[in-house]
T-cell receptor, first 109, second 113 residues
Framework: DQQVKQNSPSLSVQEGRISILNCDYT??????FLWYKKYPAEGPTFLIS?????DKNEDGRFTVFLNKSAKHLSLHIVPSQPGDSAVYFC????????FGSGTKLNVKP | DADVTQTPRNRITKTGKRIMLECSQT?????MYWYRQDPGLGLQLIYY???????NKGEISDGYSVSRQAQAKFSLSLESAIPNQTALYFC????????????FGPGTRLTVL
């Protein structure tokens, strides 16, 4: 039973526009969420995180929003760049890390 | 040099063979993890270790075993490989404490024929 779900396997966006990656979770015990980015032939790398007591965290072009009542979070990338093309994993944390299945983002020049 | 290294990077083996995947880290982290990734799925936790004397099963530990030889080394073994263990395997480390990000190795692509 997947506790973290990323229902969009892929997303295509034009360079300069906003990319919005969505994530839903079922475990209300999660107290921390992370986003990882993965390029082919490499391991995932940490991108941004948010505590469950917050509803927004921003780091440069990346912003994560958390809606606890809806058990939903999203990652916004503005403006999107071709180098952002990668697979993005949403992760919930409660004692252990639970990964979503990932969304492959393609940013077109 | 990479902080988290995995060997081998690619391995093809046959059903029934014993195989070991190795992970080393230079980050000085106490916590280490083994994950597998299957196509269309996220990373699933196989085993994790919070220090040298602490080993815990993850979501999908059946068919696997681990050894934490030192703070810096954590190996994953498949005692008798089977084809549905064909996957991408990742090792990761993190600092002690809650909510610390994980640092991943580059992965090992394992194929069991």
């Amino acid at each position: 039973d997947q506790q973290v779900k990323q229902n969009s396997p892929s997303l295509s966006v034009q360079e300069g526009r906003i990319s919005i990656l969505n994530c839903d979770y079922t475990n209300s015990m999660f107290d921390y969420f992370l986003w990882y980015k993965k390029y082919p032939a490499e391991g995932p790398t940490f991108l941004i995180s948010i505590s469950s007591i917050k509803d927004k965290n921003e780091d440069g072009r990346f912003t994560v929003f958390l809606n606890k009542s809806a058990k939903h979070l999203s990652l916004h990338i503005v403006p999107s760049q071709p180098g952002d093309s990668a697979v993005y994993f949403c992760v919930g944390n409660f004692n252990k890390f639970y990964f979503g299945s990932g969304t492959k983002l393609n940013v077109k020049p | 040099d990479a902080d988290v290294t995995q060997t081998p990077r690619n391995r093809i083996t046959k059903t029934g063979k014993r195989i070991m995947l190795e992970c080393s880290q230079t980050k000085g982290h106490d916590r280490m993890y083994w994950y597998r990734q299957d196509p269309g799925l996220g990373l699933q936790l196989i085993y994790y270790s919070f220090d040298v004397k602490d080993i815990n099963k993850g979501e999908i530990s059946d068919g696997y075993s681990v050894s934490r030889q030192a703070q810096a080394k954590f190996s994953l073994s498949l005692e008798s490989a089977i084809p549905n263990q064909t996957a991408l395997y990742f090792c990761a480390t993190s600092e002690t404490g809650r909510n610390n990000e994980q640092f991943f190795g580059p992965g090992t692509r394992l194929t069991v024929l």
